[in-house]
């Protein structure tokens, strides 16, 4: 055994040795249920310090398998390691089969046999679900046979039978989005672009005088040169030289300044999301910190 | 310096973000906020409503996005309770509709116990599709909704009498984590229906540079990043919507700590990267 084996080993002991003490004295990483009206809703340690819920074993697990988890996903910024890789391996695996049960219940069941054969679903599936066809059923026998269609790929043989409604869901997406973004990024944004270029203040035109707005106007000014340079930066029919190249120039300090602004945005996403991972460590795991106030003062602290 | 600086292993930096991270929130440090105008109209969207007014909360995002994205659908749906607003739970994300129970369990099952399932709020659940299930509901919700996430028939539920489309909601509120989302909610329901269809939305600072061109004709308000949240509950807290010691409605307040150090030290190392940077090409040069 090397010396950094020997330090991390010591200490994995030493982290183990204070968990299980944390666990067992202070009873740390515990989750609480109360029944309420048929269903079972979690419970503070409030109530369970005041003998109104019940420990919930079930819960107090995915406390603790979450918390493994979460330690073995940040493992990897050390290093790559075994612990890192079953972690990733688990959330492929659930992932995949987390999609499949829902897409066959949500689609599958009540949107295509739901249509098709709603007797059926009904008595075996979906009580709620209307037994009645509607009288266009017919048309959900399209999909039905586009689906086996695609399932063809898997097949030894034949499977340019897949490419077809393939086709079909590229073209309809194709048309779909096309529509979208034509009226909601192309339209409606060239007409958000058309903006007066001197602003009067709203209150001293109510009065017949005319006070200009500098901060609107400036920023009416500042938003159609953004946009004006920006485009010019991708018009590359002519050489970005003499004024043209000047605006291109202009352009790109808009574009830089936007990635910029997209780069902070992101920062501060990733930094929410890692302050949520350590909160729950710290909070609902360890018990170190009671940031809901959601057990009474004597079962938080570090000892 | 330059030297040990140059060759610094990177874990060195992790182990700093870990640190810059991890004692705002074991201290708790939190910092006051002030609105922006964004977040003021999206709360004025909401506030404008009289009670009994039918929202859609459309909660596109799973457990990934919780930390920036919880804190806002915690947010919305309190004010809502606190308007008396009739919730209409949706999700174009498979993972959603246990993002709005989560919801509902936190806010309304402990806070507003006399809110009742079916008449007050519903949860119709996660259809697949994406942008198609907002092309189909804009103009026929039952074509895809036909029962709620627990299976009950959508018109043996009260508060579903008389929604024939998303144009039937008085506001569309969108937290949202990407695609689909609330750039799909813009396309295909709030710019076809200017008039009819009022969206605002709370999304990832990923997206949120991405949403500002669309406001405020086709999104009337929005909330970006963990930061919005806190503005949002700094607002709920201005008109006394949440009481100051009801902490567990201000996850988002209480995250701009981490964030305020977190950014200090990113702009150092920023700095620092480009110090090294010109420091290097001006030892070039000598060479």
Known sequence: MNRSQMIWVVLLLLGGSWLAWRATSMGAGRVFVVEERGTERLADGWEAAAGHARLSVSRTVGVWVAAFFTLATLSFLYRDNPLYKLA?????????????????????????????????????????????????????????????????????????????????IVGTTAGIRLVGFIQADFVNQVRATIRP?????????????????????????????????????????????????????????????????????????????????????????LWLIDTRGARPPDWTGWW | MYDFLRTLDRRWIFLLVLLAISVPILLGLKFPETPTEQVRNAFEEVERLKPGSRVLLSFDYDPASEGELGPMATAFVRHCCQKRLRMYFMALWPIGPQMADDTIDRVIHRDFPDLQYGRDYVNLGFKPGNEGVIKVIVTDLRQLYTTDARGTNIDRIPMCAGIRTVRDFDLIINVSAGYAGTKEWVQYAASPYPKEVRLIAGCTGVQAPLMYPYIPDQLRGMLGAIKGAAEYEALLLEKQYIRPDEVRYQEGLRRMGPQF???????????????????????????
């Open chain 1, 88 to 168: 990733e391996s688990v959330v492929v695996g659930v992932s995949a089969a987390y999609w499949m049960v829902v897409s066959f219940w949500t689609t599958l069941i009540p949107n295509l046999f739901g249509k098709l054969v709603p007797d059926w679903v009904n008595d075996w599936a979906m009580p709620d679900l209307s037994p009645v066809r509607d009288d266009e059923w017919l048309g959900y026998l399209v999909p039905l046979v586009l689906g086996g269609m695609l399932l063809w790929r898997l097949a030894p043989r034949g499977n340019w039978i897949a490419r077809w409604p393939l086709a079909f």
């Open chain 2, 261 to 287: 150090v977190g950014h200090i030290l990113m702009i150092a190392l920023i700095v620092l990267g480009n110090v090294l940077f010109v420091l290097g090409r001006r030892r070039e040069r000598v060479r």
């Open chain 1, 197 to 285: 270029l001197v602003v009067a203040q709203e209150e001293a035109r109510a009065r017949g005088v005319f006070q200009l707005d500098v901060g609107d106007t400036i920023s009416n000014i500042m938003l159609v040169i953004g946009v004006f340079a920006c485009l010019v930066y991708f018009f590359f029919s002519v050489e970005h030289k003499g004024a043209v190249g000047k605006v291109a120039k202009l352009g790109t300090w808009y574009l830089m300044i936007t990635f910029g602004a997209a780069f902070g945005y992101t920062v501060m996403g990733r930094i929410a999301l890692l302050a949520l991972r350590l909160e729950f460590l710290f909070d609902d795991w």
